[in-house]
């Protein structure tokens, strides 16, 4: 008895085993059809071209420093202009006198590029592309005095934009698109400048326009602002304002980049409120408006570390963080059924 016992456990054992077998397979063709049944994303628009646009980032960068009233200030402008005409955009400048925290008078200057002007329904994309005239987040006082290259702080979303430019003169959206690149975002008061200036000294380019749009009445469907897209292992996370007056526009473009696999950039989580050109546009209902920029958790300004430093120059600026971005807009954009 106890022998037939044996082998009657051994037999036992062996069917156990086969069942466990049987239960993974089923498992996995299980897994293989759920993989087939997920259907895959099927991009609709062009391929953006991130060599060309860190080569439009280095134009920029060329010109030096963009601080308003200077030299490289109205040569990179005129760059702007003549890119944008190049690629069939119809351009418009605006320009005005205002008056800087200071006193001095600062010539403003904003650029507006329109695709297809004859449509109703328009997407806004802006960026602004003066730099700031002072590197404040420096420690050493003497650089703190000196002007930046804002690679990333201002030529990033210019550059990014003026690639979309030439796609659209390639392949143009069904939906009309405003390009523009606002003046005076970054001339705010520097954090050395003690004195109380009371006022807004930020975004001014982008209040200007907002109170006095390049056509009267303007409305876009939204807006989506592209500050700081060019540093590596940048983090898009949905910011305060955006989200308070426009989160189905956040979510749209947030879903998108899922889509294209970008989730690791384009980051589900709130974080802070950032003053930007972003907030005119908002107030005065030119269209809701999102800001996509790259806001850091573990720094003390919340943004990456060469922000308004020396470092904010050619050497931050990855192709990699460009194409996410600029590929994202694109797909936003190129997915728009005009009405
Ligand atoms: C402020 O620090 C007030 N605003 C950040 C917006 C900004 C500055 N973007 C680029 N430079
Ligand atoms: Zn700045």
Redesign the pocket.
Known sequence: MKKYHGIFCIALIGFELSLIVSCNSCRKQKDMVRQEVVEPYIQVAPEFNADSAYRYIETQVGFGPRVPNSDAHRACGDYLAATLAEFDASVVEQKADIRHYDGTILHMRNIIGSYRPEKAKRVLLFA?WDT?PWADREADPDKQKQPILGAD?GASGVGVLLEIARQLQQKPADVGVDIVFFDL??S?QPVFDARIVPGEW?CLGSDYWAKNPHVPDYKAAYGILL??VGAPDATFMKEGYSVKYAANVVEKIWRTAANLGYGQFFISRDNGY???DHLPVNKNHRAPAVDI?NIKDDTPTGFASHW?TLDDNMDIINRGTLKVVGQTVMEVIYSEKSD
């Open positions: 602004h700031r702080d975002e970054d705010g930020w500050d700081m950032v003053t930007d920029i308004h």
